[in-house]
C-alpha cells in the first residue's frame, strides 16, 4: 500500500492550497482518510478525516470553517481544501488511510502514511 500527496507549497497569509492524496496497492476497504500535520517541535495533530462509507467529517477546531476534506472513491483519493491559509498553518502535512487488507485468510485493518508534504505560510 502507498499514500502520494501532493499540493504543498509556500504561500502567503489568506491564500488557499488543495493538497490531494492518492492510495494504492493491495488493499479491501478504505475506511477513512484524512490528514495530519506536525509543525516543527510540536506533536503530529489531527487536521481533518472523512469516513469513506458516509462522508461524515472531523476537523481540529483551529481548522474549522477554512478547511475542507472530500473524497472521491473511485479514484481512491482525498482532498484537502485550505482556504485563508496562516502562518500557524506551516507544517508538514501527512496523508493517512485506514485501510483494510487481506491478511492470508483474515481481514487487517491498520493505519498507513504518506512521505508527508511541506505547506509553508508567510506572513
Known amino acids: 500500500v502507498q499514500l502520494v500527496e501532493s499540493g504543498g507549497g509556500l504561500v502567503q497569509a489568506g491564500d488557499s492550497l488543495r493538497l490531494s492524496c492518492v492510495a494504492s496497492g493491495s488493499f479491501i476497504r478504505i475506511n477513512y482518510m484524512g490528514w495530519y500535520r506536525q509543525a516543527p517541535g510540536s506533536q503530529r495533530e489531527l487536521v481533518a478525516r472523512?469516513?469513506?462509507?458516509?462522508?461524515?467529517?472531523n476537523y481540529a477546531d483551529s481548522v474549522k470553517g477554512r478547511f475542507t476534506i472530500s473524497g472521491d472513491s473511485a479514484k481512491n483519493t482525498a482532498y484537502l481544501q485550505m482556504n485563508t491559509l496562516k502562518p500557524e498553518d506551516t507544517a508538514v502535512y501527512y496523508c493517512y488511510a485506514d485501510l483494510t487488507t487481506m491478511d492470508d485468510t483474515e481481514r487487517v485493518r491498520d493505519d498507513y502514511w504518506g512521505r508527508g508534504t511541506q505547506v509553508t505560510v508567510s506572513s
Open positions: 472523512i469516513r469513506s462509507t458516509n462522508n461524515s467529517t
